[in-house]
């Protein structure tokens, strides 16, 4: 089971490494790698369990952040609204690419925080609004979807992970609050 130990922090030079592409199908080990790291969303964002477990809640994680340069992501990010189950996202990609992606960019009102850093870095983190990604599932079936606002957000922040790129590397030091026009504000 995958605990907070198990999670590298930022200075391990795996987090700026550009992860390797797995075979498809997955194998055997990275499927179960891949339900591991579900799971672990699933504990972080369970009230008892992330006591009992120490999680720091988290709606997405990479396969990096294990100390393991797999392009390999798991989000789990709950729907806001129960009448809307499909406004959620649960699901393990396997070599997620990023197709295509807004002009229009988003970003969240309280900034990002990553299970790799153990510090509030604050500031805008400025992404595209809405992306279209491809990726593979466990079984191998290739999925291409179109995600928007949040989901986008979570998404784009782990495949940054097996890019090798931290949140705040998109931050403008000089002036992190900054926000050009039309740049949607996520609350
Ligand atoms: O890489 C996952 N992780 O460090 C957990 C936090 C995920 C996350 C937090 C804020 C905005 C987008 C994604
Ligand atoms: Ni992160």
Redesign the pocket.
């Known amino acids: 089971m995958i605990t907070m130990d198990d999670i590298i922090r930022e200075g391990h030079p795996t987090l700026r490494a550009v992860a390797k592409e797995v075979p498809i199908p997955p194998v055997a080990e990275d499927v179960e790698l891949g339900k591991e790291m579900l799971q672990f969303l699933k504990n972080s964002q369970d009230p008892e369990k992330a006591e009992e477990l120490h999680l720091?809640g988290?709606?997405?994680?990479?396969a990096p952040?294990l100390d393991i340069s797999k392009r390999i992501?798991a989000v789990h990010v709950p729907s806001i609204d129960p009448e809307k189950p499909e406004s959620g996202i649960s699901t393990v990609m396997y070599n997620p690419k990023i197709l295509s992606h807004s002009v229009q960019e988003a970003c969240?009102g309280e900034?990002?925080?990553?299970?790799?850093?153990d510090r509030e870095v604050p500031g805008y983190?400025v992404r595209a609004a809405r992306i279209t990604v491809s990726y593979f599932d466990a079984e191998g079936e290739k999925h291409k979807i179109r995600l928007k606002n949040?989901n986008a957000?979570?998404v784009?922040?782990?495949i940054d992970?097996i890019n090798g790129i931290m949140?705040y590397d998109h931050i403008d030091e000089k002036n992190p609050l900054k926000l050009k026009d039309g740049v949607l504000v996520i609350d």
């Open positions: 720091r988290g709606v997405g994680l990479a952040q992501i969240l900034g990002e925080g990553c299970l790799s850093v983190v949040y957000i979570v784009q922040h782990e992970h949140f």
